[in-house]
């Protein structure tokens, strides 16, 4: 799982990691896998079981509902912990508190699901309580990069914990399906036991490192003061437009994808699981080891431009066509997902003050939840407009495609204008 080659990274002037950091940074994200797997499997196949009941446009206020709560918890959780952390012990207590939330919210879910349950009301309240306890998490694990990883490694030390995220990513997509036709609960039970484990290794990897020290923000500012006093950087305030766009793209291809297969193309979702996503998990497990390597090596923008265009580009070929052929391109197109979703905090760190790691990293996962707040909700509402007329055939599932290709197509000018940036060229 290695960002890049030690022979490589000698070469380009960049020292290579050693095991010890190798091992550590592989504990430090090892969380990610967890959190990916379990938002992952309610985003897809929860809409699975109250389609029939909601219909689109509820299906992606509900899947959108992930985003509401990015949009203002990680920023009062990270900025609180700012004010009240002097070491990295302080940090636990977020930790353990926001995971035990997430891990009980879906057993919950799996035990509602394995009643019969399929009512969007009856899943409305397990859902706050989860995704409260998934965004909480992030911004304190987020704040544990800047204060335990020097900048030279923050690329490499970001596809460790992006490697880890895909490949939760893709067993929620590949297993889920198959789970689900094994038991409708299993898929939810899964990924809560692993959630819990993956939580249990980042605190192991901790333990040594406890008493480490962090800038503590004792300027006296609220959440919101240290938030837009972060934002006065054109640098970090285009990095997170950019996360909500990425985001925005990629919430609402988890809240439809399932149902364009199922629905749209007349497809079972074991299909879905065993041709489709194997392809995109493909794709994901290949960039994603290297994508931070990379970035060291030949810039954070030219990588992101590239993968923004290239993630886009394929999203519009499955709106007009389910031809075979289109499925070649699957692995490319997975493979700039993975680069945008494992890179972009590591640019972020090389911006940041020392004093506000928490704060940053709440910022961050505000813009990463305004995307998903809208993605699905957008994306929902152009499946029903065009589900009569311009993609009639799919039920107007098609759509969705473009509306994820529109999002990355604003995020590549973006990125671009920091061509110029020092911090991340």
């Known amino acids: 799982m290695s960002a890049m080659s030690d022979d490589a990274a000698t070469a380009t002037g960049v020292t290579p990691l050693t095991w010890p950091e190798r091992r550590f940074y592989l504990r430090l994200g090892t969380p990610a896998l967890g959190m990916a797997l379990v938002v992952t499997v309610v985003s897809t196949y ?7 009941a909601s219909g689109p446009v509820l299906v992606g206020v509900l899947i959108g509902a992930e985003g509401f709560f990015g949009i203002f918890v990680p920023a009062i959780i990270g900025a609180w912990a700012d004010r009240t952390s002097t070491r990295v012990r302080d940090r636990v ?16 879910v799996g035990v ?39 900048d030279e490694h923050s690329g490499r030390s970001r596809s460790f914990e992006g490697t880890l995220r895909v490949i939760g990513t893709g067993l929620a997509l590949v297993g889920g399906g198959l789970l689900l036709d094994v038991w409708v609960a299993l898929p939810f039970l899964a990924a809560a036991l692993v959630a819990a484990v993956c939580v249990g290794v980042l605190i192991t990897a901790l333990r ?53 297969f199922t629905v749209g193309l007349d497809r079972s979702s074991t299909f879905v699981s065993t041709v489709i996503f194997p392809l995109v998990a493909i794709g994901i497990a ?12 030949h810039g954070y923008v030219r990588v992101l431009v590239a993968a923004s265009a290239i993630y886009a580009a394929g999203m519009v070929l499955p709106a007009f066509t389910a031809s075979a052929w289109v499925i070649v391109a699957i692995p490319l197109v997975a493979a700039g997902a993975a ?29 990463r939840g305004l995307g998903s707040t809208l993605g699905p909700v957008v994306a ?36 671009w204008s920091l061509r110029d940036d020092e911090r991340v060229r």
């Open 46 to 52: 929860l809409p699975v079981l109250v389609e029939q």
């Open 93 to 108: 207590p977020f930790l353990l508190a926001c995971a035990a939330a997430v891990v009980v919210a879906m057993t919950t």
């Open 112 to 150: 509602v699901a394995a009643l019969g349950g399929r009512s969007f009301a009856v899943f409305v309240g397990v859902l706050v309580v989860l995704y409260a306890g998934y965004y909480g998490f992030l911004a304190p694990h987020w704040s544990l990069y800047p204060d335990l990883v020097p």
């Open 208 to 260: 040594s490192r406890f008493d480490e020290p962090v800038e503590r923000d004792e300027s006296g500012r609220s959440s919101w003061q240290a938030n837009v006093a972060l934002l006065r950087d054109r640098g970090i305030r285009t990095m997170c437009l950019c996360e909500g766009l990425w985001n925005f793209a990629l919430a609402a291809l988890r809240a439809f994808v399932v149902l364009f």
């Open 286 to 297: 290949v960039a994603a080891p290297f994508a931070g390597g990379v970035a060291d090596r």
């Open 339 to 367: 680069t945008v979703m494992t890179i972009p905090f590591a640019v972020l760190m090389r911006m940041l003050p020392a004093e506000g790691h928490g704060a940053a990293s709440g910022l961050f996962g505000f813009s």
């Open 380 to 415: 929902g509402v152009v499946v029903v407009l065009t589900a009569d007329n311009v993609f009639e055939s799919t039920e107007g599932y098609a759509s969705m495609w473009l509306v994820c290709s529109a999002a990355l197509l604003l995020a590549v000018p973006l990125m």
